[in-house]
Structures are given as structure tokens and as C-alpha cells.
Nanobody, 122 residues
């Protein structure tokens, strides 16, 4: 059974920081590209960041690239999202997702976590 479990969300003041974690089980993380997404109430799911299977390449969305950093530790089967200078607009449920590395030509992901709530107060 494959499980992706996010943690680290919570309530923070604007300008604060959070570090989200995504612990994977039932798969070898080194065989998967890993992504972070977020969704606010009434809005579409939004891409946040991606790290390729080896961790050698990473990309963040323009809306967060100066503030959010994705990283991974394949030995621990864990992916992270470090968030700084948080804004109220960052309030959303954050999800991690896994995509088999040979499916780089498709935007669809194979597995999703249950999400963790991030709330930024003004």
C-alpha cells in the first residue's frame, strides 16, 4: 500500500515560516518525481513546486519561487517544502504527490496525500 502523509501545517502570522514534510511509504522515493500543490476554498488546485527523482532539479511556481523551496531526502523517503515570508494569500490545503519518473511527459500524478492545512493570519 502506498501512503503519502503530509505534516507541519498550522496557523502562523504573516511574515512567518513553516516547514512541511511529506513522508512516503510503499514506494521507493528515488523512483518518483515529487510535487507540492495547494488548494484554497472555492479555487482550483494550484501547482507549487516539483523535485525530480534524484533531487538534482527543482522548480517552483512564479507565485512562490522567491519564498518557497522544495527539497528531498531519498534515504528517508521524505520530501519537504520550506516556506518563508508567508502571506495570507498562501492560506490553503497543501498536498504532496508522486509521479513515476518515467512519466515525465504527463502532468498527471500517481499518488496523492491527504493534505495539511496552512493558515496565515494578517
Amino acid at each position: 500500500q502506498v501512503h503519502l502523509v503530509e505534516s507541519g501545517g498550522g496557523l502562523v502570522q504573516a511574515g512567518g515560516s513553516l516547514r512541511l514534510s511529506c513522508a512516503a511509504s510503499g514506494l521507493a522515493l528515488r523512483s518518483y518525481d515529487m510535487g507540492w500543490f495547494r488548494q484554497a476554498p472555492g479555487k482550483e488546485r494550484e501547482f507549487v513546486a516539483i523535485s525530480n527523482w534524484s533531487g538534482e532539479r527543482a522548480y517552483s511556481a512564479d507565485s512562490v519561487k522567491d519564498r518557497f523551496t522544495i527539497s528531498r531526502d531519498n534515504a528517508k523517503n521524505t520530501v519537504y517544502l520550506q516556506m518563508i515570508s508567508l502571506k495570507p494569500e498562501d492560506t490553503a490545503v497543501y498536498y504532496c504527490a508522486a509521479r513515476y519518473k518515467l512519466k515525465y511527459n504527463t502532468p498527471e500524478y500517481d499518488f496523492w496525500g491527504q493534505g495539511t492545512q496552512v493558515t496565515v493570519s494578517s
